[in-house]
């Protein structure tokens, strides 16, 4: 039984360290558009007007959700794990 939750264990361990790598590169996606939109000029930026202002904030404001979003998946998958590998514990302490 030990060896079955030690297996549990290691997969969920890669898993989540897959979850971390992906989550990584949202990670670097969004620096680097917080890089890009630091280096737009302050004065007069060609945007054609308010819309495509209006239009390049929102894109920035969805790929900022989408990494916070990511990040609270990550976080909700590592409890539900967690929690799941603890019941299975307690059931062994039981027997």
Known sequence: MEQKIT??????SHSHQQMARVIDAE?????????IVHDL????PSFDGIDGLMENAGRV???V??????LADLQEALAENLGLV???MNAEDEE
């Not at 000029?41 to 007069?44: G, I, V």
């Open 65 to 70: 959700v989408s990494y916070l979003n990511a």
């Open 86 to 88: 603890i019941k299975e």
């Open 7 to 12: 297996d549990l264990i290691v997969h969920m």
């Open 27 to 35: 990670r670097q996606v969004a620096v680097r558009m917080a890089q």
């Open 41 to 44: 000029p302050d004065s007069e």
């Open 61 to 63: 404001n969805k790929n």
